[in-house]
Structures are given as C-alpha cells and as structure tokens.
C-alpha cells in the first residue's frame, strides 16, 4: 500500500512537471495554481516591452498615478513603474518626468494631467488633457518608431524631436518645437501642419483652425523652457537630485506667483520675453536676461552661459574661403542647426548687401576668422585689421583674448577662433575709450553683441540700446574677465534652444556657435 502511494505521488508530481515545462517552451499562460504572483508589466506595448522600463519619477512636489481606478502617491524621490491607462497628476507645487528609457523622456509642469494609452502600429501613445509638457523623444529604428500626443483639439505626432506643449482651461493647444519637427493636425477638421525648428512656428488649435504663427512667450512658459533646458545640463553635469530640485522649486515659485496665460500668437517674430532682474554680476549657465545700472544709465542684457568643460564652440562661416565680392550669408539658426549646436550669436562687423557703399565688396569682411570646420584661416594673407583684437578658443575651450590679431599665428589644432573690435573688457579692467572707434559705435544707441569670459563660464551676450562704451561698462560692472565687441544693429541674432531671442537680422557670412561636447 505504501510503495503504492509513492507511485501514485511521483507520477503527480512528473506529470505537473512536465506540464509546467510544455507550457514555458511554448509561451502559453500556466494556469492560475501554477502561476506565481508577478508585477505590473513596466511599458506601454508588448513590443516594447522587452526592452524598456516605463517609470514616473517626481523632481518636485506630489505627483499621483491612478492605476485601475485607484490613486497611488509618488513623493519626491519615488519611482513608480506604469503601463497602459494610468493617469499621471502633477500638483500645483510639482515637476515631474515619465522617462520611456533609452533617451526618450516627458516631462510635467504643475497642475498636468496626461493618460498613457496603448501602442498601435508601433506608436507610443499618450492624453494630455490639460497642462504643459516638455518632451524629448529618441527615434529608435524597428523598435520605437514615434510618439502620438492627443489633446482635446489636436493630435502631435513626433519623430525624433524636442518640444513643448501646452493645453489651457479653454482647451487650446500651443506646440513649440525646438529641435527638427512636429506634425499637428486638427482633431475637429482636416487641417493639419508641419511645425519644423526654422519656422518658428507654434499651432494654436482652439476651435478647428490650424494656422502657423511666429512664436512669442509669455513668462511662464519662458521659464519652462529655461527649467528643461538647466535640468538637461544638470544631468549631463551629474549634479546632485537636492540641486535639480531646487530649480524645480525655483520655478514652481515663479509661475505660481503670476497668472499662467497661452500667449496669442503675434503678427511678427518679437524677442522672448523674459522677467527682468536686476543683475550685479554675470549670470550662470543658461539664458539670462536682466538690467544693469551703470553711471550712465541702465542697460538691459542678455546673455547665454556655459561651462568650458562641457562646451564646444564652433566658428562657422557661409564661405570656405576667402571671399572679397558676392559672399555668400546664412541665418543664425542655420548656421545653429547645421553644426548641431544649441545656441549661436552673429559673428564679426561685415559689409552688408544693402549698404550703397557695399556695391564692390557685398556681404564681405576684411578681419582674421578661424573657419572651424575646414580647419582654415580666413584672410589670413592679406588681412587689413591685423591690428584689432582676436580670441580663439583651445580645444578645451578655454578662451586667449587678445589685443592684436597679429599676436596670434596660424595654429590649426584649435577649436574655435575670430577678430572683433574693440576689446571691451580686458583682464579685469573695462576699455571705455572712443579712440579708433566710428561714430555708429560711439554714438549710435543700438544692439551689442559680445563674447565674454567670466572664471570658469563663456558666454555669448547682447547689450540693448547701448554704445559700444555702455557695453563696456555693462561687462565691467558684472565682473568679466575678458569681453570682446562683434557685430551688432540690423545684423544683431542671439538664438538659444530653438528660437531667436533677438533676430534674425540680416544674412550673416559668420556666426558663433555653442554646441554640447
């Protein structure tokens, strides 16, 4: 009897076996007394899921996920794992990011709300039914192929493109794209659109018209823009969570202290609109703009910061080569966008097409300038201002200012390198002299631009309204090590994160460049 139930035991215990090892060879669901108890898939489709870990993770402030109609808290420094249909909420004191894995990321301003929806045809889905989103989205040929944003009045369809969306309370939608482009189209009429980088463009969708206009930005979504943009570097920095969280906190401060509008589109390109501060000294990494009181008045400036170690700058030209008549001239975000940089500001004095004294010499220049993709020197053998400063930038992009462009010689193992006059600042000590200067410069109240050095940042600066001795002072009372004068008036371009914040001007011949490492 005994031996008999033995057997009876092991031929159970074989047979379950064997059942269990059928049914993992084949990928068919064991039934329920041999599963184990697994966790939510991490990802938003099956083809994906093999590869990718959907997670939400706050920056700042609570944030909750509703998952099968329950909510579930995600406090500052929690991760929670999502899958298709679950309902991310930011609070009115929250920044959040839902990160898709291998590069691709969204994230949420205050008082947002998306859905993750299901994949079809291989389209990661998502509802934002109302707030703002920043969303940087990584193509990934045959396995991620894009990703489709629905708002109650439009659908934005992206492929490999950084972006900002905004939905108001009257349901409107507003896209700026910062790098390549978006389809939008209506979701109440058959008009649709390309809003790509170059155009500047944003789509407002409110009641099924779909019309490009030039971008203009309230403060409130400014500021977002500058938040994504210092949380990117930050994490390419490696910096601290508690710092990432500060700025967060600085900004949730910020536009709960205002009235958040979506800005009407205007009927031409306006520079951005930035709140003004009363700056004491240069500014940090990122776009700044602020007043500086000087003994003859107070200037407005804006500047675009970098760190050296993690910067490299590139100056471009339209030419190859020298050209004396007939040059050929680019806009700034071109010249931005073709060298895969983030933020650019015209080069060096010129002479423009529509100037009458130009007739002979249209859109050329006379001044020493490092072209750094051909590794060359323009007019380097016959150069007329070789008297005039120059700065070059070492491969370490470390900037040499220096007084006379005859002082530097010819080296090709360089990054970066151009003539500009005067020197504003040097060494510590601001060059407010007129001499050697023309009267448009010393006379003339117009836009200035600059390159500036201050201890371990770079940056590329406009001065409004100024001579070019204001714009010394300016450089002087903020503290710069080194600040050198370029081209300024109708030829002045400042562009940062996809969007002029002065310009475009005039075509240029020359442009200075800031690209990440």
């Not at 031409?268 to 990494?285: A, W």
Request: proline share 5%.
């Amino acid at each position: 009897m005994r031996k008999f139930l033995l057997f009876i035991l092991g031929s159970v215990f074989l047979s379950s076996l064997v059942i269990a090892i059928i049914f993992y060879k084949n990928s068919i669901p064991l039934p329920l007394a041999f599963q184990k108890t697994q966790k939510i898939r991490p990802t938003l489709s099956a083809n994906i899921q093999k590869n990718y870990q959907t997670i939400v993770q706050t920056i700042t402030g609570p944030v909750t996920v509703q998952h099968e109609g329950k909510s579930y808290p995600v406090i500052t420094e929690t991760v929670r794992t999502l899958v298709g249909g679950d309902i991310i909420t930011t609070g009115k004191e929250a920044v959040a990011t839902v990160d898709f894995g291998e590069g691709t990321v969204i994230r949420l301003a205050p008082e947002t709300v998306i859905e993750l929806k299901e994949a079809q045809k291989n389209i990661d889905s998502l509802s934002l039914t109302i707030g703002t989103i920043y969303g940087r989205f990584k193509k990934l040929v045959g396995i991620r192929e894009g990703l489709e944003i629905n708002t109650p009045s439009a659908i934005a369809s992206v492929r490999g493109t950084i972006f900002n969306l905004w939905v108001n309370k009257e349901k409107s939608t507003k896209l700026i794209v910062l790098e390549h482009k978006v389809n939008l189209s209506s979701t109440t009429s058959s008009e649709s659109a390309v809003i790509e980088t170059n155009m500047q463009g944003i789509q407002s969708i409110a009641s099924g018209s779909a019309t490009v206009s030039p971008v203009s930005f309230s403060p409130e979504e400014d500021a977002w823009i500058k938040l994504n943009s210092e949380l990117n570097t930050s994490s390419s920095e490696k910096d601290s969570r508690k710092k990432m969280e500060e700025k967060a906190q600085l900004f949730v401060t910020f536009i709960n202290s205002i009235t958040p509008t979506l800005t009407p589109a205007p009927t031409k390109i306006q520079p951005t609109k930035v709140p003004i501060q009363k700056l004491t000294t240069m500014p940090g990494i990122g776009h700044t703009r602020g007043e500086v009181e000087t003994p003859t008045g107070n200037f407005i400036v804006s500047c675009i910061g970098a760190n050296k170690s993690t910067t490299k700058v590139i100056t471009d030209s339209a030419s190859e080569d020298t050209c004396k008549n007939d040059c050929p001239v680019s806009s700034l975000d071109n010249y931005v966008s073709k060298n895969g940089g983030y933020a650019g500001i015209n080069g060096m004095y010129f002479c423009p097409a529509d100037y009458p004294d130009c007739t002979d010499k249209k859109n050329s220049f006379d001044t020493l300038f490092f072209q750094s993709n051909k590794k060359v020197y323009l007019n380097s053998e016959n150069n007329i201002y070789s008297t005039i400063p120059f700065v070059v930038f070492n491969n370490d992009a470390n900037p040499r200012f220096m007084q006379k462009s005859l002082e530097w010689g010819r080296d090709t193992n360089v990054m970066a390198g151009t003539a500009g006059n005067p020197m504003l600042v040097f060494n510590g000590q601001a060059n407010t002299s007129t001499d050697g200067l023309v009267t448009k410069q010393t006379v003339t109240k117009s836009n200035r631009g600059a390159i500036v050095e201050k201890d371990a940042n770079i940056y590329l600066c406009i001065v409004e309204k100024a001579t070019v001795p204001d714009a010394s002072q300016v450089f002087g009372i903020l503290g710069a090590t080194n600040a050198l004068n370029i081209d300024g008036g109708g030829s002045s371009a400042l562009y940062f994160n996809g969007r002029y914040l002065y310009g475009p001007g005039r075509q240029i011949p020359t442009a200075i460049i800031f690209a990440n490492r």
